[in-house]
């Protein structure tokens, strides 16, 4: 008699989240292996064109002739993305460009694992395992993680504010400061979920996590303000002073290009930090901030949701709103808002959304921003139009997400 052949069922499958691990990576992987970076006349190819690798790994070959950065040269960066640069130009940069843009790539790559990872277990500890299980697949699915870990380090910001907030979750304190105060090293931005936290573990639990996080960050800066306080102090206030750009306020201001510095050679001066290339702001950053702090006071004081989905509805909120008023836009900001989108709103308009928001993004860099080579980098002529249809639907679209969160913070938990 003929063996019964094996069968199994759809959900099996569906809920298998190794499985979806070795789809995502080996999906990643194989667009790396078919589509290599390398520089080739000059001109960046293969699957990093467009992104920072090529600028990490110039400020990186400073290191060959022992240039170390923030006592050589400054970043406006903390300062683990510049010891980055400069561990992996070490390791396989040497050789040339495309052997360290794949190692950052797999080292990003890594994080965007652990990143679908956090998605499931947040997902399932707010939602439910089945509810987890689909957002992961959601998520590996979507276009904008699968571009940025061949772009920047901003996956490794991502991991560490999804890391602090599912340790905040699950009171485990320590490592939730730990991590909070390593990913204020990166980016500054995990440092946010401390208004999380002070709005729902008020009390030892916060002074807890805000002692160890403060610790952690305030050893690193301590030591290299030490060491060369002129180039520390840019990776402090140097955001603070680029002109605005890709925002609602940069077409106030007329400024219509990128946020980026000057050249390499630049940031051996740390004047040139502070150096304002562009119109000065209509509206002052400090007005912003005051606004955006004073909104952040009434969505604290209004919140009437104090369960777990409450903290991530705070954090993403939260989140959103410092995108919001700051001067400047980056497409790289997706891997933070994307995963805390998708688990706030787990519907298939909220999907959509996102969909949406990475499309407004990338419609707007690259596609547009690649068509200003002749004018130096500025959007000029037709492309104006187009440009400020795609920013002021980009922030739209964030306000939208605000308006969700907000009406999901005034509604109370309802009790299993």
Request: aromatic fraction near 12%; glycine fraction near 10%; include cysteine.
């Given at each position: 008699m003929k063996r019964a052949a094996e069968t199994?069922?759809?959900?099996?499958?569906?809920?298998?989240?190794?499985?979806?691990?070795?789809?995502a990576v080996s999906l990643r992987l194989l667009l790396l292996v078919v589509h290599q970076p390398i520089v080739l006349d000059g001109g960046e190819r293969g699957i990093t064109a467009g992104g920072d690798f090529l600028t990490y790994f110039q400020l990186g070959s400073l290191s060959a002739d022992g240039?170390?950065?923030?006592?050589?040269?400054?970043?406006?960066?903390p300062p683990v993305p510049s010891a980055l640069n400069v561990l992996l130009f070490q390791l396989g940069g040497r050789a040339g460009y495309t052997g360290f843009a794949m190692l950052y790539g797999l080292l990003m790559l890594a994080c965007d694992a652990l990143i679908l990872a956090q998605v499931r277990a947040i997902g399932s500890r707010i939602h439910g395992a089945q509810t987890g299980m689909a957002l992961a697949w959601i998520y590996a699915l979507l276009a904008a993680p699968l571009v940025l870990i061949w772009w920047t380090f901003e996956p490794l910001v991502a991991l560490t504010f999804l890391l602090g907030l599912r340790w905040l979750l699950e009171g485990r304190d320590l490592r939730a400061g730990a991590m909070i105060g390593f990913g204020a090293?990166?980016?500054?931005?995990?440092?946010?979920?401390?208004?999380?936290?002070?709005?729902y573990r008020a009390g030892r639990s916060f002074a807890r996590v805000a002692v160890v996080a403060g610790a952690v960050f305030g050893v690193v800066y301590g030591l290299l303000f030490?060491?060369?306080?002129?180039?520390?102090?840019?990776?402090?206030?140097?955001?603070?002073?680029?002109?605005?750009?890709?925002?609602?306020?940069?077409?106030?201001?007329?400024?219509?290009?990128?946020?980026?510095?000057?050249?390499?050679?630049?940031r051996l001066d740390p004047a040139n930090a502070a150096v304002l290339i562009g119109n000065p702001s209509v509206v002052p950053g400090w007005l912003r901030l005051a606004a955006a702090a004073a909104i952040g006071l009434l969505i604290f004081a209004r919140t009437r949701r104090f369960d777990d989905k409450g903290m991530v509805y705070f954090a993403a909120i939260t989140l959103v709103i410092f995108f919001l008023q700051a001067q400047g836009w980056s497409p790289q900001w997706l891997a933070q808002i994307v995963p805390l989108l998708l688990l706030a709103f787990p519907t298939r308009d909220g999907i959509l959304t996102?969909?949406?928001?990475?499309?407004?993004?990338?419609?707007?860099?690259?596609?547009?921003?690649?068509?200003?080579?002749?004018?130096?980098?500025?959007?000029?002529?037709?492309?104006?139009?187009?440009?400020?249809?795609?920013?002021?639907?980009?922030?739209?679209?964030?306000?939208?997400?605000?308006?969700?969160?907000?009406?999901?913070?005034?509604?109370?938990?309802?009790?299993?």
């Amino acid at each position: 008699m003929k063996r019964a052949a094996e069968t199994i069922s759809p959900s099996a499958l569906f809920s298998d989240f190794r499985l979806l691990v070795i789809l995502a990576v080996s999906l990643r992987l194989l667009l790396l292996v078919v589509h290599q970076p390398i520089v080739l006349d000059g001109g960046e190819r293969g699957i990093t064109a467009g992104g920072d690798f090529l600028t990490y790994f110039q400020l990186g070959s400073l290191s060959a002739d022992g240039l170390l950065p923030f006592r050589d040269w400054w970043s406006e960066f903390p300062p683990v993305p510049s010891a980055l640069n400069v561990l992996l130009f070490q390791l396989g940069g040497r050789a040339g460009y495309t052997g360290f843009a794949m190692l950052y790539g797999l080292l990003m790559l890594a994080c965007d694992a652990l990143i679908l990872a956090q998605v499931r277990a947040i997902g399932s500890r707010i939602h439910g395992a089945q509810t987890g299980m689909a957002l992961a697949w959601i998520y590996a699915l979507l276009a904008a993680p699968l571009v940025l870990i061949w772009w920047t380090f901003e996956p490794l910001v991502a991991l560490t504010f999804l890391l602090g907030l599912r340790w905040l979750l699950e009171g485990r304190d320590l490592r939730a400061g730990a991590m909070i105060g390593f990913g204020a090293l990166v980016k500054f931005t995990p440092a946010l979920l401390l208004g999380a936290l002070l709005r729902y573990r008020a009390g030892r639990s916060f002074a807890r996590v805000a002692v160890v996080a403060g610790a952690v960050f305030g050893v690193v800066y301590g030591l290299l303000f030490v060491q060369n306080a002129a180039m520390t102090a840019p990776s402090v206030t140097a955001q603070f002073s680029k002109a605005s750009y890709q925002t609602v306020w940069a077409l106030l201001d007329g400024n219509y290009r990128t946020g980026n510095f000057g050249s390499i050679d630049e940031r051996l001066d740390p004047a040139n930090a502070a150096v304002l290339i562009g119109n000065p702001s209509v509206v002052p950053g400090w007005l912003r901030l005051a606004a955006a702090a004073a909104i952040g006071l009434l969505i604290f004081a209004r919140t009437r949701r104090f369960d777990d989905k409450g903290m991530v509805y705070f954090a993403a909120i939260t989140l959103v709103i410092f995108f919001l008023q700051a001067q400047g836009w980056s497409p790289q900001w997706l891997a933070q808002i994307v995963p805390l989108l998708l688990l706030a709103f787990p519907t298939r308009d909220g999907i959509l959304t996102i969909v949406l928001l990475s499309a407004v993004t990338f419609a707007e860099y690259p596609f547009l921003w690649i068509r200003t080579g002749d004018t130096g980098g500025v959007m000029t002529g037709a492309l104006v139009t187009p440009y400020a249809i795609l920013v002021i639907a980009r922030t739209l679209t964030l306000v939208g997400a605000c308006v969700g969160l907000y009406q999901k913070l005034r509604q109370k938990a309802v009790l299993a």
